[in-house]
């Protein structure tokens, strides 16, 4: 997939490519803003600090099913991501893959104000407005601390299920209480040969279904429970656990580790840009602006009175930025941007 995109590398950087819309990050809401930027005739680039586009659908959660996106009663995140990356490619966006932006500096060309953004490749990129998508920053999965875990990383200890097939026929345990160990606990039985969870409490940060769904499972759940110790040589063989309350340790054996402990999200370099950030989220008006005039941002990054962090207040978000933006690059155009049924294809 990377191959036929465009790099910042391939790309000559002269202020003669001048973009309408750059959106940084290419998740589901940064793909589906540049589906809408390209219905409204704008030049467009996307640019993502991973080396795939997708968001949280591709990199944190691709083998889950998403029940609540209008009119797909059930589809998987991968899949999901695939049509998005489809439909925003329909209209040809330059995409920037692997790279970051670590400065941002306001420049003048030929009496409007543009932006000249520094990408972590070496290339600058300029852009009468930016759209920042960047959902809850670069993520990282949150990790433990124990000693010779890093030797069983990548191949016995996963922060992520890509590849559910490595999990066939394996003894698998799960560690957390929230909605990615809940639903990879239900989610795995019909693949691993037995799961277990530990939490190490008894109350579980999952939609209440799911973790009665999971009790009523055949996965052995253990509460109040902490990983303290992994065993094996070239292959993961056991783990002890300890119970929190009686500090009773016991040893399972298992093949593999899903380590869902949560992500910690960094902002990075876009903390020092000036914007205004509430919480860690970035603050916007009704029309996805910031108070940066020419930076509009949508998506699980912003915040406003009554946000929701979903895939379908995402994408309405997106749709209203872009549109803004639409009205901000030139004055002349409309907000609304017609109905996509009625336009040509
Ligand atoms: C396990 C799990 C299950 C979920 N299930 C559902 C569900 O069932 N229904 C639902 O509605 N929502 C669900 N969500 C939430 C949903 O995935 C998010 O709301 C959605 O992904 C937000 O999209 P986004 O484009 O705003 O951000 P993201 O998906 O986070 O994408 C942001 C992109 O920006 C990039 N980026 C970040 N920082 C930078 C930077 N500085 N420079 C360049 N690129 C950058 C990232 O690499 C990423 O590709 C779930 C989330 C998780 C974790």
């Known amino acids: 997939m990377k191959e036929s995109y465009a790099t910042a590398e391939d790309t000559e950087m002269e202020l003669n490519d001048l973009y309408d819309i750059t959106i940084l990050g290419g998740g589901p809401v940064g793909l589906f803003a540049s589906f809408y ?84 490749r070496g290339s600058d990129h300029y852009t ?3 759209l920042l998508t960047v959902g809850i920053g670069a993520f990282a999965p949150r990790t433990l601390e124990l000693d010779g875990i890093e030797k069983f990383e990548q191949r016995f200890v996963h922060y992520f299920v890509k590849d ?7 003894k698998i345990l799960i560690v957390g209480g929230g909605d990615s160990a809940v639903d990879w606990a239900l989610n ?4 691993a040969k037995k799961v277990m969870l530990i939490h190490r409490r008894d109350e579980f940060r999952a939609h209440e279904e799911s973790v009665e769904a999971l009790m009523d499972s055949d996965a052995e759940v253990k509460l109040w429970c902490e990983l303290d110790e992994v065993h094996g040589n070239n292959v993961l063989e056991a783990v002890t656990v300890r119970n929190n309350r009686t500090n009773e340790r016991e040893t399972l054996h298992v093949d593999h580790l899903l380590l869902n402990l949560g992500f910690m999200a960094s902002l990075g370099p876009l903390k020092n840009w000036g914007l205004e950030i509430e919480k860690g989220d970035i603050k916007v ?18 915040t406003f009175p009554g946000k929701l962090k979903l895939l379908a207040t ?32």
């Open 37 to 120: 930027a390209g219905l409204r005739h704008m030049k467009t680039k996307i640019i993502d600090a991973l080396p795939e586009l997708g968001g949280q659908l591709t990199a944190l959660y691709p083998e889950k099913y998403i029940y609540d996106v209008a009119g797909l009663p059930k589809v998987m995140a991968k899949d999901l991501a695939k049509n998005l990356i489809g439909q925003a490619q329909h209209h040809h966006p330059t995409i920037c893959l692997d790279e970051r932006i670590e400065a941002l500096r306001p420049v003048e060309f030929e009496g409007r104000h543009i932006l000249r953004l520094a990408g972590s």
């Open 128 to 130: 009468k407005a930016l």
């Open 164 to 170: 559910r097939s490595i999990f066939q026929d394996k």
């Open 188 to 191: 795995l039985q019909d693949t």
């Open 285 to 302: 008006t009704s029309k996805m602006e910031t108070n940066i005039e020419c930076i509009y941002a949508a998506g699980d990054i912003v």
């Open 314 to 345: 995402g994408f309405g978000e997106a749709a209203i930025a872009v549109n803004n933006i639409k009205t901000y690059i030139d004055p002349n155009a409309r907000a609304f941007p017609g109905h996509s049924s009625e336009m040509k294809k």
